[in-house]
């Protein structure tokens, strides 16, 4: 009797040991339990990596596979598929030629779908395979120039005089009404939400919406860094704003003072949630946007890009019963990812985990997470006061930004808590500098802390247009490479993938002190922060600077990523 073709991809997982008799009958057992489909339910549960499913897949159907990261689209050719037709079937045109379009397929057995691609293009369809996930991602990235299209098209409209009932004139000072009227107009409705869509699709971590003295100017924070997306007319800068404000339930009359806000608004089959600063300027409002994306965030400590000792010294740390561990580094450098990761890591039935934060940034199921509002007196002192009557196993504190937070922190952690926290510090060793600073002595940082962490994003090449270069002996001279060391790294030459940046996503770097006895007695001698740094590195810390370059040998990033994040290490 002949095998069906589920047989045969199980018997090629099996023969080339890529999953284990146990573990398909323990996905065999799920799917009759639950239903669905038993490549799904491998993938779901970390038995088989979708890359070696789609290799097995194209073995026993001898269709290629093909890897959608490494290959370049070009975007007229996904203009023939509209983006909702693509998402619902996962599928994504790579290439045409003559009359034959071919397209790259998580499923290709999948008929119905080709048949409506042939009916609705008039071409001959060929069909590759590729993963679920990297046609998901392909869509987001290829159909943003659709995006920019439409968004385009709209502001041409904005920009007849008789597509908006009321025109901002010098100083002239709007009514309530004028402004409500202005807010619920199809254009400026359309605007707000295709911007929000493709700052959504380009992975921007912030908008920028900035009042010029002649235009409105869009910016989008893209891998850390800002780039401009495109202006509007400043006669619809009022109406932009307002209609952010009345999805904020901000005051829209309000134009003297900065107001806070958020919203969450539905993008494709997920929620986004939306961060809101109003910040009057001399030429208007200017709104500052935070986009807390779940489906960006990567809570795994493993996949943070930290590896051999550093990521061991946090794991071991983590592992600890009581004490504190600190991630220090600039505003927007990853510390509240790597402390929900390390509670991810950590996080058992058992154990009593609260956090306070300014504001909760992303919720984690099974840990109990408070907003500080210290407007209403619920400061993190004042938090946690009362969770250390809740008999907690694990506090993570969002920020120490007092003397009286530390103090609180520092003795939770002397008396059987374990505490996560962040400091604004430069380095590792300096958060030790620091903390005397606010107050707190030498020996209660000595006896509380078991690790501190500094981390930095860097971003990463694109894996489309990546090219090798090889560097001069002055670069070579300023990261301190031997004439004999390996010359070849590598940087992107831009391409439309990465908008012509010749990056794409960040990865983190990371240096790690574990308070050894000696570097405890470094600490109760009140020792400079140079002499903490050199005693660590003496003992196998490896720095900022160190693990960046070791990722630009690894051809992750560039030297040029590396020199703008991190500074040189002395000596």
Partial sequence: MPQTLKQRITNTLLEKKLLSKKRLDEALKVQRERGGKLSQILVNLGYVKEQDLVSALSQNLNIPAISLEKYR????????????????????????????????????????????????????????????????????????????????????????????????????????????????????????????????????????????EDVTRIRYRIDGLLQKARTLPKRMHDAVISRIKVMSELNIAEHRLPQDGRFKIKFKDRFVDFRIAILPSSYGEKAGLRILDKAQATLDIEKLGFKGRPLEELKKAAMRPHGMIL???????????????????IETPEKNMLT?????????????????????????????????????????????????????????????????????????????TRAV???????????????????????????????????????????????????????????DFCLDTGYKGRIGIIEVIALTPTIRALVMDKASESEIKEQARKEGMITLREDGLNKAKAGITTLEEVTRVTMADKG
Avoid: W
Wanted: proline share 4%.
């Fill in 437 to 495: 600073n606010m107050g707190i002595e030498p020996f209660l940082i000595s006896s509380s802390v078991i690790l501190i962490a500094a981390q930095r994003l860097v971003r990463k090449i694109c894996t489309k247009c990546k090219e090798h270069y090889k560097i001069n002996d002055s670069i070579r001279k300023e990261f301190n490479l031997s004439k004999g060391a390996k010359d070849k790294f590598y940087k992107g030459g831009g391409c």
């Fill in 327 to 345: 991630v220090c580094g600039p505003t927007g450098c990853g510390k509240t990812t790597s402390l929900y990761s390390i509670l991810k890591y």
């Fill in 73 to 212: 689209i070009d975007p007229s050719v996904t203009e023939l598929v509209p983006k909702e037709i693509a998402r619902r079937y996962e599928i994504i045109p790579i290439s045409k030629i003559k009359k034959s379009l071919t397209i790259a397929m998580a499923d290709p057995l999948n008929v119905f779908a080709i048949d409506d691609i042939a009916s609705l293009t008039g071409f001959q369809v060929r069909v590759v395979i590729a993963t679920a996930k990297e046609i998901l991602d392909a869509i987001e990235q290829y159909y943003a120039a659709h995006t920019r299209k439409a968004i385009e098209a709209v502001v041409k409209v904005m920009e007849k005089p008789e597509s908006i009932t009321t025109e901002v004139v010098g100083a002239k000072q709007l009514t309530v009404s004028e402004l409500r009227q202005m807010v619920e107009e199809v254009p400026v409705v359309k605007v707000t939400n295709m911007i929000l869509a493709e700052a959504i699709g380009l992975k921007a971590s912030d908008v920028l919406i900035e009042p010029l």
């Fill in 356 to 432: 306070v934060e300014d504001p909760v940034e992303f919720d984690l199921p099974g840990i109990n997470q408070v907003n500080a509002r210290p407007e209403t007196g619920l400061t993190f002192a004042a938090t946690l006061r009362s969770m250390l009557r809740q008999d907690p196993d694990i506090i993570m504190v969002g920020e120490i930004r007092d003397y009286e937070t530390a103090d609180i922190a520092i003795k939770a952690a002397l008396t059987g808590h374990l505490v996560l926290s962040t400091l604004h510090t430069n380095t590792a060793a300096g958060a030790i």
